[in-house]
């Protein structure tokens, strides 16, 4: 398990080394999401019996959380092929679980650590309940797997900045920003609704904030569920990539 724990260790200390930049700036964005939707809106909103602040801040925190640990295995990966370094850490005997695990498990650090600076900052502009806090970690911590499961993959995929790039505006900005954090779907008009359905990063969102609110669009145990079943194909997906050393020996 050496390689595996310096791997780790490579891959939390890579951003913390500029923490500035991978955890203080995504905390200070979810700030201004909070002080402009929330400034507008709260008083004028109730969304489940609670004020629009304490339904918006579970949300963003979960949205700072999967937005995090995708960014943080997709752009380790592309820099170090483009850089060259790459070959320093296919060249050491090392399984595909180990790098799967070591990867995946940096991006859950950064994650959460973005996450819980967040929930820190924002917390006390509403009074927030925790109905269910085993919810909550439960739904913070998979969904951090699946995005960090989904940054490998897509890192490992991209050739380039701009492929990257365009994977995080065209699919994870929008998925993460349609998936109920500034409202409930409930909200919508029904075709919207089944369109919302078919987007997992809502469950994650809707399961974490049920934790808080006590309450949610959809059961829980389904959200569940479905992030499960989410989970386990994107890390069968990484694990036939690693694997089979797709796009990474050359």
Do not use: C
Not at 97 to 105: G, I, N, P, Q, T
Not at 210 to 228: A, C, E, H, K, M
């Amino acid at each position: 398990m050496i390689g595996f724990r310096t791997l780790l260790y490579k891959e939390v200390l890579r951003f913390w080394k500029v923490a500035t930049q991978t955890i203080t700036a995504p905390i200070m964005t979810a700030m201004m999401y909070l002080l402009i939707f929330g400034q507008a809106l709260e008083g004028h909103v109730k969304v489940h019996g609670v004020t629009y602040m304490a339904f918006l801040i579970p949300g963003l925190v979960m949205m700072s959380v999967l937005q995090n640990a995708f960014a943080n295995a997709s752009s380790s990966l592309i820099q170090s092929k483009i850089t060259g370094n790459l070959v320093f850490i296919m060249l050491p005997p090392l399984s595909h679980w180990e790098m799967f695990f070591a990867y995946v498990l940096a991006a859950v650090v950064r994650g959460l650590a973005v996450g819980l600076g967040v929930f820190v900052v924002t917390a006390w502009f509403a009074h927030l309940s925790f109905s269910a806090p085993l919810w909550i970690a439960l739904f913070a911590l998979m969904s951090a797997f699946v995005l960090g499961t989904m940054g490998l993959i897509v890192g490992i995929w991209a050739e380039k900045f701009d492929q990257l790039a365009g994977f995080q505006n065209f699919v994870i900005v929008p998925a993460t920003f349609l998936s109920g954090v500034f409202y409930s779907i409930n909200s919508l008009p029904p075709i919207w609704q089944t369109i919302s359905h078919f987007n997992p990063f809502f469950y994650m969102i809707d399961g974490f904030r049920y934790g808080f609110t006590g309450q949610s669009d959809v059961d829980p145990v389904r959200s569940l569920v479905i992030v499960t079943i989410f989970l386990l194909a994107l890390t069968a997906v990484a694990m036939q990539m690693l694997r089979s050393g797709y796009k990474l020996r050359h």
